[in-house]
């Protein structure tokens, strides 16, 4: 393993999202938040001169020969440190007392989680919400991604690939094209062209730039972190919340299809089994909630049921974690869709996170195929995609994953129990943060916070949101006695 190597390139991307750091802090001058700058200008100075000690430290390592060891370590210490940096300006602005809470803050946005451990939000520097929206957008398509993509340095290294594995979602890893980075910059050029789309048309329905620029960091990233207490609910507009259900449901799709879409492959896109079970649960669940919503009178039109259902049920599932309404206060069976869709989240190589669509589909026809084992036993069941066949090895890393993600959960459900908080509070916080989805049920609702919890939760909340972000086993390999072995 390549330990001075790997300090030296999480060192200089720590310098990156220090320059990167200029942004909010440009914002609280303009804005007159003398605390807020303060803030920003000596975490900038304190990274910058952290970045160039050890750069300068590391002077002649070469990290072009990184392995899928290196990778790991790499991306799991890039995302703690960058977090832990990045909470520096809350800290000194004064956004929270305490560290423990600053870190949570931070690590929602840069995990695209979206829960927050304010009670006001409104009341918070500008440039400070800004920033947290903006760790949004830079964790959506990944902060390794787009540091390959803007390192030219990189762009001829052979361990590029591991890098990006070790942070992109999903059963298999794959390239769209032969180079790396070529393939980090279209992601990025994709997905920074969908961000000003939005911005435009939200600016159109009466959005000011700013409001337009933090929702469209927010949407794109499937995150969920709002300037406004009330979410998109405080704008009041059907325009609004039209423009937000579009572009959350292109957040939660693969970012390859669009590539693909782009260069003619239409056809082949429409045909993407995981995008039609994605398409299929969203309306499947859509439709059947807003009937249900409009029998029980919750609402006076099916028009605006339907809007209302499917909006919440593609933040959900997208696990973006906007909201319009109160959920928790709708008749049981529209929260129980809500519910199931939480444990599902958007598709892989998306900007969403949860267990993937994928893999929900391949265990439901591993089973449909178990079944048919069971009535002819001497049969040989392939089990398909659009891609072809899929493998033995993919179907077994699938159901892996699956199991210690449910394993995961419930460790996390015993251990925020300590807490002493409500049994459905406990389960949705930890269900939410592991799915990096931010908003539940309970006391974390859409008009909650988690403010209630212990300090001494938001470090274990942190640690879920981590690992389900980069897929429990980039995280969890560090815990290997193998992995340290020469």
Same mark, same amino acid.
């Given at each position: 393993?390549?330990?001075?190597?790997?300090?030296?390139?999480?060192?200089? %991307?720590?310098?990156?999202?220090?320059?990167?750091?200029?942004?909010?802090?440009?914002?609280?001058?303009?804005?007159?938040?003398?605390?807020?700058?303060?803030?920003?200008?000596?975490?900038?100075?304190?990274?910058?001169? %952290?970045?160039?000690?050890?750069?300068?430290?590391?002077?002649?390592?070469?990290?072009?020969?990184?392995?899928?060891?290196?990778?790991? +370590?790499?991306?799991?210490?890039?995302?703690?440190?960058?977090?832990?940096?990045?909470?520096?300006? &809350?800290?000194?602005?004064?956004?929270?007392?305490?560290?423990?809470?600053?870190?949570?803050?931070?690590?929602?946005?840069?995990?695209?989680?979206?829960?927050?451990?304010?009670?006001?939000?409104?009341?918070?520097?500008?440039?400070?919400?800004?920033?947290?929206?903006?760790?949004?957008?830079?964790?959506?398509?990944?902060?390794?991604?787009?540091?390959?993509?803007?390192?030219?340095?990189?762009?001829?290294?052979?361990?590029?690939?591991?890098?990006?594995?070790?942070?992109?979602?999903?059963?298999?890893?794959?390239? +769209?094209?032969?180079?790396?980075?070529?393939?980090?910059?279209?992601?990025?050029?994709?997905?920074?062209?969908?961000? %000003?789309?939005?911005? $435009?048309?939200?600016?159109?329905?009466?959005?000011?730039?700013?409001?337009?620029?933090?929702?469209?960091?927010?949407?794109?990233?499937?995150?969920?972190?709002?300037?406004?207490?009330?979410?998109?609910?405080?704008?009041?507009?059907?325009?609004?919340?039209?423009?937000?259900?579009?572009?959350?449901?292109?957040?939660?799709?693969?970012?390859?299809?669009?590539?693909?879409?782009?260069?003619?492959? $239409?056809?082949?896109?429409?045909?993407?089994?995981?995008?039609?079970?994605?398409?299929?649960?969203?309306?499947?669940?859509?439709? *059947?909630?807003?009937?249900?919503?409009?029998?029980?009178?919750?609402?006076?039109?099916?028009?605006?049921?339907?809007?209302?259902?499917?909006?919440?049920?593609?933040?959900?599932?997208?696990?973006?974690?906007?909201?319009?309404?109160?959920?928790?206060?709708?008749?049981?069976?529209?929260?129980?869709?809500?519910?199931?869709?939480?444990?599902?989240?958007?598709?892989?190589?998306?900007?969403?996170?949860?267990?993937?669509?994928?893999?929900?589909?391949?265990?439901?026809?591993?089973?449909?195929?178990?079944?048919?084992?069971? $009535?002819?036993?001497?049969?040989?069941?392939?089990?398909?995609?659009?891609?072809?066949?899929?493998?033995?090895?993919?179907?077994?890393?699938?159901?892996?994953?699956?199991?210690?993600?449910?394993?995961?959960?419930?460790?996390?459900?015993?251990?925020?129990?300590?807490?002493?908080?409500? &049994?459905?509070?406990?389960?949705?916080?930890?269900? *939410?943060?592991?799915?990096?989805?931010?908003?539940?049920?309970?006391?974390?609702?859409?008009?909650?916070?988690?403010?209630?919890?212990?300090?001494?939760?938001?470090?274990?909340?942190?640690?879920?949101?981590?690992?389900?972000?980069?897929? *429990?086993?980039?995280?969890?390999?560090?815990?290997?006695?193998?992995?340290?072995?020469?």
């Amino acid at each position: 393993m390549h330990l001075r190597s790997v300090f030296r390139l999480v060192a200089q %991307i720590l310098i990156f999202i220090a320059i990167l750091m200029i942004i909010p802090a440009v914002i609280a001058l303009v804005h007159g938040e003398e605390k807020a700058f303060m803030g920003f200008f000596l975490s900038i100075g304190i990274i910058v001169a %952290i970045g160039l000690y050890v750069t300068r430290w590391t002077d002649g390592e070469d990290y072009r020969s990184f392995t899928a060891r290196d990778g790991f +370590l790499f991306t799991t210490m890039t995302w703690i440190l960058a977090t832990a940096f990045g909470a520096l300006p &809350l800290l000194i602005a004064g956004t929270f007392p305490d560290f423990s809470s600053c870190f949570f803050e931070i690590m929602s946005g840069f995990t695209t989680t979206g829960a927050t451990a304010m009670t006001d939000i409104e009341s918070n520097f500008k440039s400070i919400l800004f920033w947290r929206s903006m760790t949004n957008w830079l964790g959506g398509m990944g902060i390794v991604v787009l540091f390959v993509a803007f390192l030219p340095a990189l762009g001829a290294s052979a361990g590029t690939f591991h890098l990006m594995g070790a942070e992109s979602v999903g059963p298999v890893k794959g390239k +769209l094209t032969p180079k790396t980075q070529t393939t980090a910059i279209l992601l990025w050029g994709i997905y920074l062209g969908f961000t %000003i789309l939005e911005t $435009i048309f939200l600016m159109l329905g009466g959005l000011d730039i700013y409001d337009a620029v933090t929702v469209s960091f927010s949407t794109l990233s499937a995150a969920g972190f709002c300037v406004k207490n009330s979410s998109i609910g405080t704008f009041n507009s059907s325009y609004v919340e039209i423009v937000v259900i579009v572009f959350m449901l292109i957040s939660g799709a693969n970012f390859a299809l669009y590539y693909k879409a782009f260069t003619g492959k $239409i056809r082949e896109c429409l045909k993407n089994t995981e995008l039609r079970w994605y398409l299929a649960i969203v309306a499947s669940a859509s439709v *059947l909630g807003a009937v249900w919503l409009l029998a029980e009178g919750t609402f006076p039109t099916f028009g605006e049921a339907l809007r209302k259902m499917s909006f919440h049920v593609i933040s959900i599932v997208t696990t973006t974690g906007f909201a319009t309404a109160d959920y928790t206060l709708w008749p049981t069976f529209p929260m129980m869709l809500l519910f199931l869709v939480t444990f599902i989240g958007g598709c892989a190589g998306s900007a969403g996170g949860g267990v993937k669509v994928v893999r929900v589909s391949v265990a439901a026809k591993s089973g449909v195929n178990l079944i048919k084992k069971k $009535i002819h036993p001497m049969s040989v069941v392939q089990l398909k995609d659009s891609d072809g066949v899929v493998t033995s090895d993919v179907v077994h890393s699938i159901f892996c994953f699956l199991g210690t993600y449910i394993i995961t959960w419930l460790i996390g459900c015993v251990i925020i129990s300590m807490s002493g908080i409500d &049994l459905l509070t406990c389960a949705s916080a930890t269900i *939410l943060t592991l799915g990096n989805i931010g908003i539940g049920f309970g006391n974390i609702g859409p008009t909650g916070s988690f403010a209630m919890f212990p300090l001494w939760t938001k470090w274990v909340f942190s640690f879920l949101m981590l690992v389900g972000r980069l897929e *429990l086993f980039t995280v969890y390999v560090l815990f290997s006695r193998t992995f340290w072995k020469r």
